[in-house]
Structure formats: structure tokens, C-alpha cells
């Protein structure tokens, strides 16, 4: 029997062109259940690029990417698309840098020679390279990155920046206490073409091959601003223990094609550190209120109480809350081990519906699960219903300390909360891949896409199974095999569709 999901979740298609548009059918099905409908006519928009990367998905203005850890210590020869999608796209947003066009570069920590399996040799190649084409290129480092460190044979931080020609500009850190614990970069290409990339990968290569990370890039000129901004106040030396650095892009709003709501981003230090007041330790215990059916997080350190008392109240009220974090932060003794042997004991629960902790796998084969490894779960992220009708994601550099969400002094960290469907459900496939749950969920979608003259269908899938679609002229009438065969992995692949004059549904569903 064929597992199948419909051609768009959610009580609206995505989007209404008039008459002519895309208008969202609902029909009764066996059972009584219903299953959402596309109805496709000539008249359509958006028309998508293929996934990058292996492991990358990839829309119009944004992409996920996340590498597949190997714990092999053979750096000279173990690198792999697997392992390094994180930093091959880092890489390539370099080497696209062009005369005049600036990027700005931010990490907490920064090593690894080979261009196989490092990550700070080939960076600084890449830098090199695009300060010789004429583009501007600033980089700003923690106080503890190795800047006089000779890497990939030939350059150096602060060798870049004592260039005779168009030199790196270089900003440490130099704070008396906290951290600047950033991790993204900037690339300005041009007025339309602004991106933000930015995750809990730092620049390093045990942060590929030992590790859990994730990260996204986006082009969005507001978003681009507002890091813009948070950058520029710390090339000006205003760091987290500075009062004067400003507050003013701290929370900034922002819009984004297939979002249901409006989208923020928070940068520490915030403006209070009261509980309840203006910091991202409010905004995520407010989210986490709002769940209607599923949380799962996947962290690398959770130490705040009123977390723990939002994530243990949504258990209670029937919530599935699913979650993922290291040994080496929970372990006794350890800075998360609190928080953690509060949620495994049932004795805080009202109902028999509890937060389930459970273990990583150590390596993306599933061959081996946590040990102990050193930050082997170094994500940072929580995915709030994602197949409900307000899917929200919340991701970034901090992890879920007072320092990092609530401090007014302590660390120098984004936080985007971002309310978009198909984001959302792709870092939920990441959460699936580290644990290893939920892999019989039906949770493929697909959805109609393209332009005038050029109609298409979107698949999205999570995992390695086949699908196919089907399609109908009318769902009273009956299915029929349209695409068959299409392999998984997590992927959006884009189907053109061929004489789509007449009136047509479409249907997704794994092959039998």
C-alpha cells in the first residue's frame, strides 16, 4: 500500500494568482481523513535552482547546510563531500567575491591546514585570491584565534592584513571577560545580491569531521543589514563588554517569500537580563508556549531553567518534544547534566507525556552513537511545529546559557527565529539524521512552483527512500503515475511539467 501526502500542507496554498492561479482543493479520503489538493492551471510563479551541494538544500534565496561527522582523525586524507558541505560553501562564497565586492567574515575559533580536511588554510587561500581580484574582506576574531599562525603553507591572518595592497582588515577581540562567539559571514555582491550565512559551524576542521553542525545562508538585504550592523560595531571595537555598543538591530524584523509570519533576529548582548525582559531567553520560552504539536532541539548546552520549565509545561499539555544533546554537556558533572536529569525524571511531569532525551549517533553512518565525544552535538537549534500550520525554527551561533540568550555583557552571539515551512521541515530531517528517529514518518511534501510558460512541481523529501507523483485531471476520477523512481536523500528537486494546459492535480507519495 502506498504511503501518500498531499502537493502543500497548511490551511492556504502558497500562492493565489487570480482567477488562473494555484487554488488549494480539500477532498474526503478513506477513513474520513483529508488530504490536501494542488490545482494546477498555466498561471504560476517562482520558478526554483537545484540543489549545491550533497548535502545542501537549497530554494531561490536560501540554503541549509549541514556536514555528516566521521570521527576520522586522518585529516590529510579524509575529506569528503559528507563532512565538508559547511565549509565548501563558506569556500565558494568566497571565490565568487568579486572587484568590489565586500565580504565580512566572523569566527570563534579558527584552525586546520590541509585544503582536504582544514578549514583555516583554505579559507585564507580563498581570502588571498579574492584580495588579489580587488575585493574588500574583513575578518573579525575572538581574543583566543591564532592570528600570527601560519596556515595552508602560505598565509597568515595577520600576514593578509599586512598586505601592501589591499590588505585584510582584522579585528580581535579584546575584551576583559566573555567571548565573541560569531560564526557567520557576509557577502555583498551587489544592491539585489546581499547574503547572510551563518549556523553553529565554526572555522575549523574537527567542526566538520567530529562534530554536529548546521548551517544556513540567505539573501535578504534587511537581514544583510541588520549582521551588517552587528559587524560594523565590532570592527569599530565595540565588543559585548562595551556600554556603548548599540542595540538598535537587535530584534530586526524581516520578510521572506513562502514565510506564514514575519521573521527576527536576535544579537547579544541584549538590552536586559531580567527574566521575562528584552532578550532571546524570553522570545524562545514565549515559542516554546506557543506549540500546538511538536519541539524537538537539537543543542550543545542547555542551562537555563526557564527553558526547561517552558519545554516540561508543553509536555503536560500534550506536546511530542523530542531532543538531542551531547554526553560531553550532560554527563554528571557536566554544565548541562541540571537541566538535563530534571527533564528524564518523570516525577516533574503532570502526565505520562514527557520530554524525551535521547542519543546522538557519533557518526552519520549510524554505526556508533555518543560516547562522550567532545561537543559532538554542537548545533543549536529548535524546530517547533513543522508540520503544523506556524512552523517556526530558531537557529544560530549561541548556545542556551544565561551568556549567550539573556546577558547584557557576556558574549557577542545571532539568533534568528524564522517562520518558514520548508526551512523548518529541512532542519527537522537534520534533527532525524543525528538521532536516528521518526525515519517512518511520512513527512515528504510537494508543491507547485514555476512561472508563465513554465509550470513545475517541487518534491521536497528527508529521506533516502524512492517517491513518485501522481496526478489527476479531477481526484473523483482517480490517480496516475506522473514521475516515478525519484531517489531521496534530503532534497528539493523541481519537475517541469509538460502540456499543463488543462486543469491538474498532483499528489506525492513514497513508491511501493
Not at 575529506?79 to 565580504?103: C, H
Not at 517517491?467 to 523541481?494: C, H, K, Y
Request: one cysteine or more; hydrophobic letters at 40%.
Amino acid at each position: 500500500m502506498r504511503r501518500r501526502l498531499s502537493c502543500c500542507h497548511g490551511p492556504r496554498p502558497l500562492y493565489a494568482a487570480g482567477a488562473q492561479g494555484l487554488r488549494l482543493r480539500r477532498h474526503k479520503v478513506a477513513g474520513g481523513r483529508q488530504r490536501a489538493v494542488v490545482l494546477l492551471t498555466t498561471t504560476l510563479v517562482l520558478w526554483c535552482s537545484v540543489q549545491a551541494h550533497a548535502h545542501s538544500v537549497t530554494s531561490t534565496d536560501w540554503t541549509v547546510h549541514y556536514n555528516w561527522p566521521d570521527q576520522n582523525t586522518s585529516f590529510t586524507t579524509s575529506g569528503t563531500a559528507d563532512e565538508w558541505s559547511i565549509r565548501q560553501a563558506l569556500l565558494e562564497r568566497i571565490d565568487t567575491l568579486a572587484s568590489n565586492d565586500v565580504a565580512t567574515l566572523a569566527t570563534f575559533t579558527f584552525s586546520g591546514n590541509s585544503d582536504c580536511c582544514g578549514a583555516a588554510g583554505p579559507i585564507l587561500n580563498s581570502v588571498s585570491d579574492a584580495l588579489d581580484r580587488g575585493a574588500q574582506v574583513r575578518f573579525i576574531a575572538d581574543s583566543d584565534v591564532p592570528t600570527t599562525t601560519i596556515f595552508g603553507g602560505t598565509h597568515s591572518l595577520a600576514s593578509l592584513a599586512a598586505r601592501p595592497q589591499n590588505p585584510l582588515v582584522l579585528v580581535e577581540d579584546d575584551s576583559a571577560f566573555g567571548i565573541m562567539h560569531h560564526k557567520f559571514g557576509l557577502f555583498d555582491y551587489g544592491p539585489t545580491n546581499q547574503w547572510v550565512l551563518t549556523g553553529s559551524w565554526n572555522f575549523t576542521g574537527g567542526a566538520s569531521t567530529y562534530q554536529w553542525n548546521i548551517a544556513i545562508e540567505l539573501r535578504n538585504s534587511t537581514l544583510y543589514t541588520a549582521y551588517l550592523t552587528e559587524a560594523e560595531e565590532l570592527l569599530a571595537g565595540r565588543f559585548h563588554d562595551d556600554p556603548e555598543k548599540s542595540h538598535a538591530h537587535d530584534g530586526q524584523t524581516f520578510d521572506a517569500a513562502g514565510s506564514w509570519g514575519t521573521h527576527h533576529v536576535r544579537f547579544a548582548p541584549y538590552p536586559s537580563s531580567a527574566d521575562g525582559g528584552d532578550n532571546a531567553l524570553r522570545d524562545i520560552s514565549n515559542a516554546i508556549a506557543q506549540a500546538e504539536q511538536e519541539v524537538v532541539f537539537c543543542l550543545n548546552r542547555l542551562t537555563r531553567e526557564s527553558v526547561r520549565d517552558a519545554l516540561v509545561a508543553a509536555a503536560d499539555r500534550g506536546i511530542s518534544v523530542y531532543g538531542v544533546m551531547p554526553r560531553s554537556d550532560t554527563d554528571p558533572g557536566e554544565t548541562s547534566h541540571e537541566i538535563y536529569a530534571y527533564l528524564t525524571n518523570t516525577v516533574h511531569y503532570a502526565t505520562t507525556n514527557v520530554v524525551h532525551m535521547v542519543p546522538a549517533f557519533s557518526k552519520a553512518d549510524n554505526t556508533a552513537t555518543d560516547s562522550g565525544e567532545t561537543d559532538l552535538v554542537h548545533a543549536k537549534y529548535m524546530v517547533i511545529d513543522p508540520f503544523g500550520s506556524r512552523p517556526l525554527l530558531i537557529h544560530g551561533s549561541a548556545n542556551w546559557s544565561f551568556s549567550a540568550l539573556a546577558s547584557t555583557d557576556s558574549n557577542d552571539e545571532n539568533l534568528l527565529f524564522l517562520r518558514h515551512r520548508d526551512i523548518a521541515r529541512v532542519f527537522y530531517r537534520h534533527f532525524k539524521r543525528v538521532t536516528g528517529l521518526f525515519t517512518g514518518r511520512p513527512d515528504f511534501w510537494c508543491k507547485t512552483a514555476g512561472s508563465p510558460g513554465l509550470p513545475a512541481v517541487e518534491l521536497w523529501v528527508t529521506d533516502t527512500n524512492t517517491f513518485m507523483l501522481e496526478s489527476s485531471p479531477a481526484v473523483a476520477t482517480g490517480w496516475s503515475d506522473w514521475q516515478t523512481n525519484i531517489l531521496g536523500n534530503a532534497t528539493r528537486r523541481v519537475l517541469p511539467i509538460t502540456n499543463a494546459d488543462d486543469v491538474r492535480f498532483f499528489r506525492a507519495g513514497r513508491a511501493p
